[in-house]
């Protein structure tokens, strides 16, 4: 999944050099919320002039933690397309810093994460994933699909969006499916 700050750059003109406004009347995200928050007379905290400054507290509150953005920066949004969290600033083993390229795919053989520092890819103490078996429980209204019909409803739908593409899109024989 690309991190929200991919999402946050593309929205930002900053990031791009190109002016983006709202249509309308409508205002950004961010200054609906301070201004909700002046409203209430609880603005500390809430006193940004751009995107930028909001990403920017984001990468130092994150720093350290499962899901550190400390090492993302909107240049590198921009130079690399996007960037995957956790992407530290400095390395989480020794403390030094480095230029991290961020992580496509967590949990992978050899990665570190923060909280089993360095026991294993998962992030318990030990390192080790756990499994939680459920209960099965029949459902407390009948269903309303018929019972002759065997599928789904709307899951080739959903596979056909291939939830917006995000994993999918580098399959190229999901293409033809989602085209077909």
């Known amino acids: 999944m690309r991190s929200a700050p991919s999402r946050l750059a593309r929205a930002d003109a900053a ?28 603005s ?6 751009e995107p930028r400054e909001i990403f920017d507290e984001l990468r130092r ?10 090492g993302i920066t909107y240049e590198k949004i921009e130079r690399e397309m996007g960037v995957f969290w956790p992407c530290y600033s400095e390395d989480p083993q020794t403390g030094e ?3 991290h390229p961020g992580t496509p795919r967590l949990f992978e053989p050899d990665s570190y994460n923060p909280v089993a520092k360095g ?17 099965y429980r029949p459902p407390v209204e009948p269903s309303a699909m018929s019972s002759t019909s065997g599928s789904t409803p709307g899951a080739t739908c959903v596979f056909r969006s291939g939830h917006r593409s995000t994993a999918t899109r580098r399959v190229a024989w999901t293409l033809l499916i989602q085209w077909q």
């Not at 002016?19 to 309308?24: E, I, N, S, V, Y």
């Open 15 to 42: 990031s791009s050099g190109r002016q983006r406004r709202c249509p309308g009347e409508a205002r950004q995200d961010w200054v609906i919320i301070q201004d909700i928050a002046r409203a209430l007379r609880r």
């Open 61 to 70: 509150a994150s720093k350290g933690g499962v899901a550190d953005y400390s």
């Open 97 to 99: 810093p480095i230029d």
């Open 44 to 49: 500390k905290g809430f006193t940004f002039s």
């Open 119 to 135: 026991k294993g890819r998962f992030y318990f103490p030990d390192g080790r994933a756990r499994f939680n078996v459920a209960e």
